[in-house]
């Protein structure tokens, strides 16, 4: 089957704010049917979406037909899937015929603004850094997650969720410059507040490097207009004393898998207390307008979706297990990054600040 249209950017009559977002249809856990419902989802909420859409063809396309999104979605054939179990290097090497390939691809040559995937995370960035490659100056990718917290927006950045388990005080700063550009143009927090994750708030804790990027971070946060609040602790990453926390990748994903096995735990103590006796199943019916408030704040599939940041180009890793809301969610970040041009506002400020560090070496300055 061939697209209605090989470009859906040529379309007659496309919105002129129209963004085209490239999604891998078939990395999900679920396959490609809650993929295509989310994205009609997303659609029907936001008229200026189109999409290209990886997998096999005939799979997708009466998915497509069904949704009645033929006008606004191109397939592109892939016949080949990456599995969740498939290792990145193996992917790298061998992917080219697969949907996630093709996804990337397609931002990579300009056709889409920004990739959607559900697919393996690992083999997403090894393949993200590969085809986009890194922005100018950036070292190392972070995964930004949106955390559920205190604040008025309701949510936090934090970043590295796992994108690289490494991160040294040059690489902290860039998180905090990619995180701050982040909650500005996705959150419109225009003076977002950053802070260094560590074991305590007191300035002898830490490692050396946790020193050495809160100085850095503390010495770029006028010029790049934020507010830097210094160390901060496990607990603040729901709190409201940042908007944004930066810390290495392995820490990050540690603390994202522990809040989501919390939160799960959670729900659970809750339907069993309120299953136990005949009474507290009565209790349960007079809360149920509180309890539904409460499991929309916190329900993860409203915020699903980690952006890859650091990239030429917008990558959003959606959950594995994502339904169609958890994808139409991703579909929507996505849509808000590509419009604000994240990607050319991050790789401008990194490319500023190290047009200074390297002015301040030709000076023979050490920067504070």
């Known amino acids: 089957m061939k697209p209605t249209d090989p470009s859906p950017t040529a379309q007659s009559g496309l919105p002129a704010r129209a963004v085209v977002v490239s999604v891998d249809a078939m990395g999900g856990d679920k396959g490609p049917a809650p993929v295509v419902a989310g994205i009609a989802d997303a659609a029907k909420k936001n008229p200026d979406l189109r999409f290209i859409l990886h997998g096999p063809v005939d799979q997708l396309a009466p998915l497509v037909v069904k949704r009645r999104i033929g006008d606004i979605c191109e397939i592109r054939d892939a016949a080949e899937v990456v599995d969740m179990a498939d290792k990145p290097s193996h992917v790298v090497r061998s992917g080219r015929g697969t949907s996630m390939w093709s996804t990337i691809e397609s931002v990579r040559d300009g056709d889409a603004t920004v990739a959607v995937s559900c697919g393996n995370t690992g083999a997403l960035m090894a393949l993200s850094m590969i085809r986009l490659r890194k922005a100018p100056g950036v070292s190392r990718p972070a995964i930004a997650v949106l955390w559920p917290s205190r604040n008025p927006q309701g949510f936090n950045v934090m970043l590295d ?107 659970d103590f809750l339907r069993e207390a309120f299953a136990y006796t005949p009474l507290s199943r009565v209790a349960s019916l007079l809360a149920l307008t509180s309890m539904r408030r409460l499991r929309k704040r916190i329900d993860p599939r409203r915020v699903n979706g980690g952006v890859f940041l650091g990239l030429n180009g917008t990558v959003v890793k959606s959950h594995g297990s994502a339904d169609a809301t958890g994808v139409a969610a991703a579909v929507k970040l996505a849509f808000q990054l590509a419009q604000s041009g994240i990607t050319d506002r991050i790789a401008a400020r990194i490319a500023a600040v190290r047009q200074d560090h390297e002015q301040d070496e030709d000076h023979g300055e050490t920067p504070q």
């Open 161 to 267: 969720v796992g994108a690289d388990i490494k991160a040294d005080a040059q690489d902290l700063l860039q998180y905090s410059l990619m995180g701050a550009s982040y909650a500005r143009n996705g959150m419109h927090l225009d003076r977002p507040r950053v802070g260094l994750l560590n074991v305590g708030t007191e300035d002898h804790k830490g490692r050396p490097e946790l020193h050495t990027a809160h100085d850095l971070i503390a010495a770029q946060a006028d010029a790049a207009r934020f507010d830097f609040v210094g160390f901060v602790e496990g607990g603040d990453i729901p709190g409201d004393r940042c908007d944004v926390i930066v810390t290495d990748g392995f820490t990050g994903n540690v603390a994202l898998k522990t809040g989501e096995g919390t939160a799960s735990l959670i729900g």
